[in-house]
């Protein structure tokens, strides 16, 4: 599976931004799809899920401000994010897998490009 990101940029704190994956092959309505994100100079981290049946679960410094979503019908997952702060700021992958598990332990099956979200402060 190809999995292409977009809708990253340059916004301050406290904006709203939508990020979207959209996923080439058949198996993502099969998949948990999520978002993972990388900061500067930091590690990895998990950032939110959400399986073929929409239970979602978040890390807990988006819970509250991050709502992941998808529709199967145009092999699309999204993430949006609101009141965004400068910690936010990372590169953020979309990533698949058959399990839950394999996207926590930033291990998934598919991970693709990035796209940049800068927030200034």
């Known amino acids: 599976v190809q999995l292409q990101a977009s809708g990253g940029g340059l916004v301050q704190a406290g904006d709203s931004l939508r990020l979207s994956c959209v996923a080439s092959?058949?198996?993502?309505?099969?998949?948990?799809m999520g978002w993972l994100r990388q900061a500067p100079g930091k590690e990895p981290e998990f950032v939110a899920s959400?399986?073929?049946?929409?239970?979602?679960s978040y890390a807990d410094s988006v819970k509250g401000r991050f709502t992941i979503s998808r529709d199967n019908t145009k092999n699309t997952v999204y993430l949006q994010m609101t009141n965004l702060k400068p910690e936010d700021t990372a590169v953020y992958h979309c990533?698949?897998?058959?399990?839950?598990?394999?996207?926590?332990?930033?291990?998934?099956?598919?991970w693709g490009q990035g796209t940049l979200v800068t927030v200034s402060s």
């Open positions: 990533a698949a897998d058959p399990k839950l598990h394999n996207l926590r332990v930033l291990s998934p099956r598919d």
């Open positions: 092959g058949d198996s993502f309505s099969h998949d948990v």
């Open positions: 959400i399986t073929r049946l929409e239970s979602s």
